[in-house]
């Protein structure tokens, strides 16, 4: 495989409204080998034919999901990957692809695209991304997974890496927060912040490493199961009382507009689970299908 061809990736649960937009702006990218669509377990199947788009485009499903998580569909993704670099490209985001093909990719080990604080959109070259293992999936849902892959790729040395401003290369199309968390929870500014200062937290307190095995099943007409779980349940008791702690002190300190929940946390942590759940209308463990 010619080391300057890219494998795209853009994973989408629920999230269809912008792919035909998506998988069109790379059909123009020079170096592009494929682009995978990884469909993860939306409620109802994306039936989009893509190829008419993008000639080199291919719809893969992943099966008995429960909930979006971002790092875990990706690692899929990437799993796939045939070409020796990955752009990872959000199913909100499109390429300027006249703008891209200026670029040498090739030289980069990891180029990320930064809009405001994210650098979710990047490119990796795949040794480093299987180097690292990919993202942490520990962290669940959506928050700080970018950050975190930043950090481990900063830490290897003799690699080339780079955060540049995206604008020039990427636009993001704007959407609702009910969307990114499919949730009918209301309160989205406190689920963002929460979910981001818990995953922060994850990200410190656990080790990913290849030792962290991954198994992936293909079960047929390009459809996937991924067998393995990881899950801060099988953490130990402080860790997960710490992880419950933080995700609830933000969220109920975000939604009233008060610092107390920080202040007296401890009842936080005294409060059954169940409880906290039925309240905040949130769950904050991924669940086995």
């Known amino acids: 495989m010619n080391s300057n061809k890219i494998s795209v990736i853009t994973c989408s649960m629920n999230r269809d409204d912008n792919l035909k937009n998506v998988v069109k702006s790379t059909n123009e990218l020079v170096n592009l080998h494929e682009h995978l669509i990884i469909d993860f377990s939306s409620d109802k199947e994306i039936q989009i034919d893509f190829e008419k788009i993008n000639p080199k485009s291919k719809l893969i499903r ?42 040498d990719l090739s030289k980069y080990d990891y180029l990320a695209f930064k809009i405001r604080y994210s650098l979710g959109n990047f490119i990796i070259k795949k040794t480093l991304f299987d180097e690292i293992n990919g993202f942490n999936e520990y962290i669940y849902n959506w928050g700080f997974d970018d950050i975190d892959l930043f950090e481990r790729v900063k830490s290897k040395k003799n690699k080339y890496c780079e955060v540049i401003p995206g604008e020039k290369y990427i636009n993001i199309y704007d959407h609702n927060d009910q969307k990114r968390f499919n949730t009918l929870n209301s309160n989205y500014s406190s689920l963002s912040l929460a979910f981001h200062k818990k995953n922060r937290f994850v990200s410190s307190k656990t080790d990913w490493s290849k030792e962290n095995t991954k198994s992936y099943k293909n079960i047929g007409n390009n ?18 009382l710490k992880y419950k702690k933080i995700f609830f002190a933000v969220y109920l300190n975000e939604k009233y507009k008060t610092n107390l929940f ?12 169940f409880v906290l759940k039925t309240i905040c209308k949130v769950d904050i463990y991924p669940r086995k299908k």
């Open 223 to 240: 459809e996937y199961l991924i067998e393995h779980f990881y899950s801060i349940k099988d953490k130990n008791v402080w860790f997960k």
């Open 62 to 103: 992943v099966e008995k999901e429960n909930v979006w998580w971002l790092s875990r569909a990706y690692n899929f993704g990437a799993y796939l990957a045939e070409a020796k670099t990955i752009m990872k490209l959000d199913a909100d985001t499109v390429v300027d692809a006249a703008q891209l093909n200026e670029l």
């Open 262 to 273: 920080s202040r007296f946390n401890i009842f936080i942590i005294l409060i059954p689970y």
